[in-house]
Each structure stands twice: as C-alpha cells, then as structure tokens.
C-alpha cells in the first residue's frame, strides 16, 4: 500500500505543471508598483493643493477605495488581479475589489437583497475582527499605561 501512495505521489510531481515563479514575481512587482505610484501621485496632488502628509493620507485611500471599487463595478480589476497576483490583490485596491465583487456577482437580485447583502461578505469578517483587535490592544495599553 505505502508504495503506491509513493508511486502515485511520485508521478503527480512529475506530471503537475511547473509554475512561472519568476514571471508571476515580476508581474506582482510590477503591477503592485503601478498602483503604488498611483496611490503616491494621487497623495502628491493632494499635498499640492494645500494639505500636509497626514491630511492628506484619508483623502487619498477614499480616492483609491473609490477607484478600486469603480474598476471592479466594469470589470477591469479582475484582470488586474489575473496578470499581477498579489500585487493587485494587496493594496487598499484589492480590498475595495474583495467588497465590491461579490456584491456584483448578485446585483440582478436587487439592490437591497443582492448588493447590500453581499457587500461585506468578504471584508465583513476582516472588519469585525480588525476593530476588535484594535479595542483589545487599547484595552490593554489602557490598562497597563492609564493612557487613553
């Protein structure tokens, strides 16, 4: 028995398609990049317009969440995410594509049915256990510290 297991494993090693490592790191670089410089071109414009840094670092993640969303909404971001991997699916654009697409893939049920509950399907989860890590880790500070 053990050696058919091992033949078994043997042949699907051989048989199973070699994947481009080194393009998809490329690509991932790439396209990542591509949305990083766009993120810090549309932070620059801010700045530009009067706002420090920090202003201007909420401003800019709402244009990204927004633009991530609208590529999604036609789309476009799918075959971002296709060619570049983790670089398309990391940034604050792949999670405004990780909220936006499954709401997508139910609009024809109607807005409230189908987008609205779909919406945070995905990101729901991460949301909810993001904030209460952050109220534990204050909690915590707060307790130890005194400091609010």
Request: net charge positive; charged share 10%; hydrophobic share 50%.
């Amino acid at each position: 028995m053990a050696s058919t297991h091992e033949n078994y494993q043997q042949l699907v090693t051989r048989l199973k398609p070699k994947r481009p490592l080194w393009s998809n790191l490329l690509w991932a670089f790439i396209v990542g990049g591509i949305i990083c410089t766009l993120g810090q071109a549309v932070q620059t414009f801010f700045m530009h317009h009067g706002m420090t840094a920090k202003e201007a670092a909420s401003p800019t993640s709402v244009v990204m969440i927004a633009l991530g969303s609208l590529l999604t909404g036609l789309g476009w971001y799918d075959r971002v995410v296709k060619r570049g991997g983790m670089g398309g699916s990391l940034p604050i654009t792949g999670f405004a594509n990780a909220m936006v697409a499954p709401a997508m893939e139910f609009r024809t049920e109607g807005a409230i049915m189908g987008v609205g509950s779909r919406l945070f399907t995905i990101a729901g989860p991460v949301l909810a256990y993001g904030l209460l890590a952050a109220f534990l880790v204050s909690l915590v500070r707060y307790l130890l510290t005194g400091v609010a």
